[in-house]
């Protein structure tokens, strides 16, 4: 670190303003510059290979290079490389991606609507659940319950929906009626001798508490990842969901899968919320829904909000929301096909075969004296460093985490560090022995890190 930044690190400092960055410290150490990606590598600019073990964001499923999602993307901006939804025009790939996305959730999606990222959907959401209650005459009905550590995005009120400090210390968010209710992590949030079942059963009546405090008629929408990312890679304990849900029905609540990380595939299933057990109103998905290889997101509601809404552009006139990239031609016909591969390679069963070796990895690195606990479900995971094992973390936070995701980066393995923990998202095309060569490297790197803390 501190060496002379190349050319186009210092090209990069004088043009861009990086998003999840310091910039004064990227000033002085230098951006890394990928170049290409091949499989589940990219490679920087000085040729060096990595072994992507978060899919760039948790996104890129299908790997950096598959060709037929090249060409296809070239086929259709050969032929219609726009076109819109809005007053009434439409095209065949916003409605075959819809009809594909609504097999494979039977029953729990009616209808879709496209974004092109996964905070405006779930910016999409917040204003369907206001719209809906609006025309169902519930004014009052507004509030957004989310999660300490939840992860929605980054526009104003997804980003307020994230329960994560830095989204919005000087950002003068969160915005009103956005609540965030306990965390389902168990391993940090329970108390001296409270069993996992007694932990849960507090964390829902948290949520219960917050629904009365509040007023349930003042309460629109309980919005959820089935597996906390960006938070930690926190897997909530059995039967949570489950709770959660018979509450969110108790008050008329309605329940947002946020499916951004979790869909297609990556926890086994389809969608995280049939891994978890519940059925939610209205899912978000992005992301992995094109490989990440255009940008695309798509919320998909269930019967009984189709029909309200729809009634209600009847009587008022219209659905005024809608982006100008939401359902591109382009990014559905690479989601067409994503989900084409996907079902060929069976996506959610090749990560269930997967999910052992992966498992089996990090659970025994969560012997590493650093390690406090490792979390995992299907292909994605995180070890939590903490000293001396305990749950309670270190005195100084977010030192650790990021110099154990330097020893790896250095060892030709990316991932990303959150706080003190470090998450693995790998590609959902990772074989078995490319599993191996992603763990290889993680001893030396916890060493590495507990001689550097010492
Ligand atoms: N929701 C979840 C669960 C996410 O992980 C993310 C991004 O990581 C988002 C929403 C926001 O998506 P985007 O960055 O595409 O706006």
């Known amino acids: 670190?501190?060496?002379?930044?190349?050319?186009?690190?210092?090209?990069?400092?004088?043009?861009?303003?990086?998003?999840?960055?310091?910039?004064?410290?990227?000033?002085?150490?230098?951006?890394?510059?990928?170049?290409?990606?091949?499989?589940?590598?990219?490679?920087?600019?000085?040729?060096?290979?990595?072994?992507?073990?978060?899919?760039?964001?948790?996104?890129?499923?299908?790997?950096?290079?598959?060709?037929?999602?090249?060409?296809?993307?070239?086929?259709?901006?050969?032929?219609?490389?726009?076109?819109?939804?809005?007053?009434?025009?439409?095209?065949?790939?916003?409605?075959?991606?819809?009809?594909?996305?609504?097999?494979?959730?039977?029953?729990?999606?009616?209808?879709?609507?496209?974004?092109?990222?996964?905070s405006e959907a779930n910016e999409t959401q917040i204003k369907m659940a206001w719209y809906y209650n609006n025309a169902l005459g519930r004014r009052e009905k507004k509030k957004i319950i989310s999660r300490v550590k939840a992860y929605h995005g980054t526009t104003i009120v997804s980003a307020s929906l994230t329960g994560l400090p830095y989204n919005h210390?000087?950002?003068?968010?969160?915005?009103?009626?956005?609540?965030?209710?306990?965390?389902?992590?168990?391993?940090?949030?329970?108390?001296?001798?409270?069993?996992?079942?007694?932990?849960?059963?507090?964390?829902?009546?948290?949520?219960?508490?917050?629904?009365?405090?509040?007023?349930?008629?003042?309460?629109?929408?309980?919005?959820?990842?089935?597996?906390?990312?960006?938070?930690?890679?926190?897997?909530?304990?059995?039967?949570?969901?489950?709770?959660?849900?018979?509450?969110?029905?108790?008050?008329?609540?309605?329940?947002?899968?946020?499916?951004?990380?979790?869909?297609?595939?990556?926890?086994g299933q389809w969608f995280g919320a049939q891994t978890l057990g519940y059925d939610a109103t209205s899912y978000s998905m992005a992301k992995q829904l094109t490989g990440s290889y255009l940008p695309l997101s798509a919320v998909g509601i269930n019967e009984d909000m189709a029909e309200v809404i729809e009634k209600h552009t009847g009587e008022i006139g219209t659905f005024g929301h809608g982006y100008t990239y939401?359902?591109?031609?382009?990014?559905?016909?690479?989601?067409?096909?994503?989900?084409?591969?996907?079902?060929?390679?069976?996506?959610?069963?090749?990560?269930?075969a997967l999910a052992p070796r992966f498992a089996a990895h990090l659970d025994r690195l969560a012997g590493h004296p650093l390690v406090g606990e490792a979390r995992h479900t299907g292909l994605v995971g995180a070890l939590e460093l903490a000293p001396g094992k305990s749950p309670k973390g270190f005195a100084t936070p977010g030192k650790l985490g990021p110099r154990l995701a330097q020893e790896l980066l250095e060892r030709g393995v990316i991932v990303r560090p959150i706080v003190d923990s470090i998450a693995f998202c790998p590609p959902m095309v990772i074989t078995e022995e490319e599993i191996d060569e992603l763990f290889a490297p993680v001893e030396a790197a916890l060493d590495a890190t507990e001689a550097w803390a010492k």
């Open 326 to 352: 939401g359902g591109h031609p382009v990014g559905c016909a690479v989601g067409i096909k994503t989900l084409e591969i996907y079902h060929r390679i069976d996506a959610p069963g090749r990560v269930r």
């Open 169 to 267: 210390l000087d950002f003068d968010l969160p915005v009103e009626r956005i609540r965030h209710t306990s965390t389902p992590h168990f391993w940090k949030g329970a108390e001296p001798g409270e069993t996992e079942a007694e932990f849960t059963a507090r964390i829902v009546r948290d949520f219960e508490e917050m629904i009365l405090a509040e007023g349930p008629d003042t309460v629109a929408a309980f919005i959820a990842e089935p597996i906390m990312g960006a938070g930690g890679v926190i897997v909530p304990p059995e039967g949570y969901f489950s709770a959660m849900a018979e509450v969110a029905r108790k008050y008329d609540i309605l329940m947002i899968s946020d499916e951004v990380i979790c869909g297609f595939g990556r926890t």
């Open 1 to 118: 670190m501190n060496h002379p930044l190349s050319n186009s690190q210092r090209r990069d400092a004088e043009a861009l303003l990086h998003p999840y960055a310091n910039a004064v410290a990227l000033r002085a150490n230098g951006v890394q510059m990928i170049e290409r990606g091949e499989g589940i590598r990219v490679y920087d600019e000085t040729g060096k290979s990595y072994i992507e073990g978060l899919s760039g964001l948790w996104c890129a499923g299908l790997g950096f290079h598959n060709a037929e999602l090249v060409e296809t993307a070239r086929e259709q901006m050969a032929k219609l490389p726009y076109y819109h939804l809005f007053t009434g025009k439409s095209h065949e790939t916003a409605v075959e991606l819809a009809e594909k996305i609504k097999e494979l959730a039977p029953g729990r999606i009616a209808r879709v609507f496209y974004q092109s990222s996964g």
